[in-house]
């Protein structure tokens, strides 16, 4: 059974820095795509990261571009996502997931899998 599973959000003031991973199981990940989203209430789900399978190329949203970076190890199958300088408008629920996809196609549905979502909250 193929498993995406992120850790550590949480609750953070403005300006901080949070770093949140996504561990993947159940089928090897190392040539997919694999992408960070975030969903706050109300709105739709909106793409923020995605980096290639070798990790030599990645792609950012123009409202994190410099302040988030976004890194995999293929050896422990788990995406990571650093995101400095936080504002309040980053508060969302964010999702990592995979896809079997070149990067660049930032739309939720090219991705075929997809994690339960954690919590980042940025208090101003």
């Known amino acids: 059974q193929v498993q995406l599973v992120e850790s550590g959000g949480g609750l953070v003031e403005a300006g901080d820095s949070l770093s949140v991973s996504c561990a993947a199981s159940g089928r090897i990940f190392s040539r997919d795509t694999m992408g960070w989203f975030r969903q706050a209430p109300g709105a739709e789900r909106e793409f923020v990261a995605a980096?290639?399978?070798?990790?030599?190329?990645?792609d950012y949203a123009d409202s994190v571009k410099g302040r988030f970076t976004i890194s995999r190890d293929n050896a422990v199958n788990t995406v990571y996502l650093q995101m400095n300088s936080l504002k309040p408008e980053d508060t969302a629920v964010y999702f990592c997931?995979?896809?079997?996809?070149?990067?660049?196609?930032?739309?939720?549905?090219?991705?075929?899998?997809w994690g339960q979502g954690t919590q980042v909250t940025v208090s101003s």
């Open positions: 980096i290639s399978w070798s990790g030599g190329s990645s």
């Open positions: 997931a995979a896809g079997s996809i070149p990067l660049g196609l930032r739309s939720p549905r090219h991705y075929n899998y």
